[in-house]
C-alpha cells in the first residue's frame, strides 16, 4: 500500500486535503482527510468519504460517444477518440464560418474547482476561438458583487480564527451540509463560551444544535440588516472610533435606517420586533462577533445589496478589530493568481479583435431559444449540467432539444445535459490528473498529482480541449503548454501573498498557506480600513432600500392570489450541487417537500402524501415531509435532483424564473411562488 496527496475538488468551500491510498494494482481503496492540514484536519464529508464509489461506478463514462437517437433519449455509440475530435472540430469550424464565431457558447462552472481542468486551456480555446464569453453567476455573483461593493474585496478572516468567536451568526448558511470543515471551529468557540445563533427560512440541521434561530421571510434580509443596523445607531452601540477613522457616510445610513424599526422589520421578515432588537443589541455588544453569511443571503431579488449590507455590519460594530471577529463569507480573492496568463483572453483579438459577446449562464434558456444575431448554435459543456441546475428549466430543455444546436458535454457520467449531447467524452475525476487549488473556505493553495491512472479512456479537461485547438489549426505556443507550465504561469503573478510559493515547494509540501499575514499571525484583513478602497468604507446608504420581492408574500397580490406559499431550494446534504444526483440517498432526499402543518392541513396534506407543487411555470409530484422544518407559509424543496430520476422528469428548477439579483447577475432561486395539493398516498 501506498498514500498519494490529493485534493477534493468539488464545490465546496472546505477544498478538503486528501489521503489516497493505493493498493499493489495502482487501484484506489481508501480516501481519509489529511489531519495535517490546519482545516481539514482529518475528517472528510460524508459524501467524499464515499467517492471510491463514484470513482469506481459501474455508469462512469469510460469511451467517446455520438448520438444516435433524438435530443434527450440517450441514445449513443461508442466510437474512438479520433472520430469525435475530428467531428467537434470540423462542426465548429463550420458554424464559425457560416454564422459567425460568437454563435459558439461555452458552459462551465464548478464541476471542478481547479484552476487547470475548470478555467485554463478551456478558456484560451474559447478565446482563440472567437467565441461568445459566458458571464459565470450561478451561484455567487450577486454574493461577491454586494461584498466588493461594500468593502472592496473578497478578503475575509480565516476559519482557524473562529474559535476565538463569542457570537457567532450563520446567515442562510447551512454548515453542517455546506462547510462541514467550519463545525469544529464553532464547536470550539462554543466550548469557550460563544453563542451560535442561525438565520434560514429553514430550520436545517445546522439550525437544530444552534443556541437560537431565526425564521426569516425569503428574500427579507435586508429588511433585517437595516432594523438591526437601526437599533444599533439608535441606541448609541456601536464603534464610534472605527467609523469615524475607517468609514464615510455614517450621517446618511442614520437617516436611512431609521426608515426601519424593528416594528416595521418584524412585519417584513417575520422575526418578531423584540427578538430583532434583541439580536441587534447582543451582536453590537459582544466582542468578538462574527457573521458566516453563505449563499443563501443572496438568493434574492435584493441579494446583491443584503450582501453589501452585512458586509457593512462589521464596520459599524468595529468586529474587523478583532481577532476572530468580522466575517467569514468567500476567502477566494486572496489567491492572487495570474488568472490572465491561465485563460488568456488576449487571444480573442486574433478573431474578433474585441472581447466576444458575453451571456449570463443563469439566463442560458433564454440565450438557447432566443438569443439572436447571431444565435447559438453550438453548444460545449464541461464541469456543469445546466439541464438540472439552471432556473427555468423547462426554456433550457427546449433549447437543449433543438435539432439545429450541436451540443458536446464532457462528462463523468450519463447527465440529463450528457443526455442532449449529440456527442459525450469521458472526463477524468480529481483523481486521475494533476492540478492547482484555490478555496473560498480558507487560504491554503493546494496542488495535487495524479493519484490513479484514468479508466477506460477517459481524459482531463486540459487534454481535450488543447487536442481541439490542434486540430483547427491554433498555432499559439500556449496550446502546447504542459500542466506544469501553466501552474508554474499562474503562480508567476508577482502578488506579495504568492511570495515563495513555488511548484516546487508545492510538490513538496501539498498545501501553503497565502502570505496575507506572518506564519502564526491572524489575518485581520480590516482591523485599520479598506485598502482596496482607499482606506474608508462607504456606507452606501442610497442603495439600501428594501422592496420585497415580485414572488414573495409581501409582493405581486396577483401572483399570491394563486400561488400564496413561498418556495426554498437549498442544497441537500447528500448532494453537491447536481453531482451526486444518481446516488439514492441524493435521489430521495430530493424528491421531498418540506411543509408546515399551517399548511398542509387546510390542504389535507398529511405525513408522506405524494403532492404536486406547481405554479405558472411547471409541476412536480413529490412526498410532502410535515414537520418543523419550515415556518408557516414555505415550502422547502432541496435541489438538484437529476430530471430523468423525476416522475415528471423534472426537478425543482422547473418552477423556478430566470429574474436575476439586482446586482451580480446571479438568478433569484429563492423567490418562487407556488402552491401545493395533494395528489395521491
Request: hydrophobic residues 40%; proline residues 6%; contains cysteine.
Amino acid at each position: 500500500m501506498t498514500v498519494r496527496h490529493s485534493t477534493c475538488a468539488l464545490d465546496c468551500p472546505d477544498a478538503c486535503s486528501v489521503l489516497v491510498t493505493i493498493d499493489g494494482s495502482g487501484k484506489a481503496v481508501k480516501l481519509r482527510g489529511n489531519p495535517d492540514h490546519p482545516v481539514t484536519r482529518g475528517f472528510l464529508c460524508g459524501k467524499v468519504a464515499r467517492y471510491l464509489d463514484r470513482e469506481y461506478h459501474t455508469d462512469r463514462l469510460l469511451y467517446p460517444l455520438r448520438r444516435t437517437g433524438r435530443k434527450g433519449e440517450g441514445g449513443f455509440e461508442r466510437i474512438t477518440w479520433d472520430e469525435a475530435l475530428d467531428a467537434i472540430a470540423a462542426k465548429l469550424t463550420n458554424i464559425a464560418n457560416e454564422h459567425g464565431s460568437e454563435s459558439i457558447l461555452p458552459y462551465s462552472y464548478a464541476g471542478t474547482m481547479g484552476y487547470l481542468q475548470g478555467s485554463s486551456m478551456d478558456r484560451r480555446f474559447f478565446h482563440r476561438l472567437g467565441a461568445s464569453r459566458l458571464d459565470r453567476t450561478i451561484c455567487s455573483g450577486a454574493g461577491i458583487a454586494g461584498m466588493v461593493l461594500a468593502i472592496g474585496s473578497r478578503y475575509c478572516v480565516e476559519p482557524e480564527q473562529v474559535k476565538h468567536a463569542k457570537l457567532i451568526i450563520a446567515w442562510g448558511a447551512n454548515i453542517l451540509a455546506t462547510n462541514v470543515h467550519l463545525w469544529p471551529f464553532i464547536v470550539e468557540a462554543r466550548r469557550n463560551g460563544a453563542r451560535f445563533y442561525t438565520i434560514d427560512p429553514v430550520r436545517t440541521k445546522t439550525a437544530t444544535l444552534a443556541d437560537k434561530h431565526f425564521f426569516i421571510n425569503p428574500g427579507s434580509d435586508l429588511a433585517l440588516i437595516l432594523s438591526m443596523m437601526h437599533v444599533i445607531l439608535e441606541e448609541k452601540l456601536e464603534d464610534r472610533d472605527y467609523i469615524e477613522r475607517y468609514t464615510t457616510g455614517i450621517e446618511a445610513l442614520r437617516a436611512k435606517v431609521r426608515e426601519y424599526p424593528p416594528e416595521r422589520a418584524a412585519a417584513l421578515t417575520g422575526i418578531p420586533a423584540q427578538e430583532i432588537a434583541s439580536l441587534a443589541r447582543e451582536y453590537a455588544s459582544t466582542r468578538p462577533s462574527l457573521i458566516r453569511p453563505n449563499y443563501g443571503l443572496q438568493r434574492s431579488e435584493r441579494g446583491g445589496i443584503a450582501s453589501a449590507a452585512v458586509s457593512m455590519l462589521p464596520a459599524l460594530t468595529g468586529a474587523w478589530r478583532d481577532v476572530g471577529g468580522g466575517m467569514l463569507y468567500s476567502t477566494s480573492g486572496a489567491f492572487h493568481l495570474d488568472r490572465a496568463a491561465l485563460e488568456r483572453p488576449d487571444l480573442q483579438n486574433a478573431s474578433l479583435g474585441r472581447p466576444g459577446r458575453l451571456v449570463n449562464m443563469s439566463n442560458v434558456g433564454r440565450a438557447l431559444t432566443d438569443l439572436a444575431d447571431p444565435p447559438v448554435k453550438a453548444f460545449v459543456v464541461h464541469s456543469s449540467n445546466p439541464a438540472a441546475v439552471v432556473p427555468d428549466q423547462d426554456r433550457v430543455l427546449r433549447g437543449l432539444a433543438r435539432e439545429d444546436l450541436f451540443t458536446v458535454v464532457l462528462e463523468q457520467f450519463q447527465t440529463d445535459t450528457a443526455n442532449y449531447a449529440d456527442f459525450v467524452l469521458p472526463a477524468t475525476t480529481f483523481l486521475e490528473h494533476d492540478d492547482l487549488y484555490f478555496a473560498y473556505g480558507h487560504h491554503h493553495l493546494q496542488l495535487a498529482r495524479k493519484a490513479v491512472e484514468p479508466p477506460g479512456e477517459c481524459r482531463p479537461n486540459t487534454e481535450v480541449f488543447r487536442a481541439l485547438a490542434q486540430r483547427m489549426g491554433f498555432t499559439e505556443p500556449c496550446f502546447a503548454d504542459s500542466a506544469d507550465d501553466m501552474m508554474r504561469q499562474a503562480l508567476a503573478s508577482g502578488h506579495a501573498f504568492l511570495d515563495g510559493i513555488t511548484l516546487e515547494r508545492l510538490d513538496a509540501e501539498h498545501s501553503v498557506r497565502l502570505n496575507m499575514s506572518p506564519a502564526g499571525t491572524p489575518f485581520l484583513p480590516h482591523a485599520e480600513g479598506f485598502p482596496a478602497l482607499g482606506g474608508k468604507m462607504d456606507f452606501h446608504a442610497g442603495k439600501l432600500d428594501y422592496q420585497p420581492p415580485a414572488e414573495s408574500r409581501l409582493g405581486d397580490g396577483t401572483l399570491r392570489a394563486s400561488y400564496p406559499l413561498e418556495l426554498v431550494t437549498p442544497k441537500h446534504s447528500e448532494g453537491m450541487n447536481s453531482t451526486f444526483g444518481n446516488r439514492e440517498i441524493a435521489d430521495r432526499e430530493t424528491a421531498t417537500a418540506y411543509i408546515n402543518s399551517a399548511d398542509a392541513a387546510p390542504r389535507g396534506i398529511t405525513n408522506g402524501d405524494l403532492v404536486r407543487v406547481f405554479n405558472a411555470r411547471g409541476s412536480l409530484r413529490l412526498r410532502a415531509e410535515v414537520n418543523g422544518m419550515v415556518h408557516a407559509g414555505v415550502v422547502s424543496v432541496p435541489a438538484c435532483r437529476w430530471p430523468k430520476s423525476s416522475p415528471d422528469q423534472r426537478n425543482v428548477n422547473v418552477l423556478i424564473s430566470d429574474r436575476l439579483t439586482d446586482i451580480g447577475g446571479s438568478p433569484a432561486f429563492y423567490n418562487c411562488l407556488v402552491q401545493v395539493e395533494r395528489c395521491g398516498d
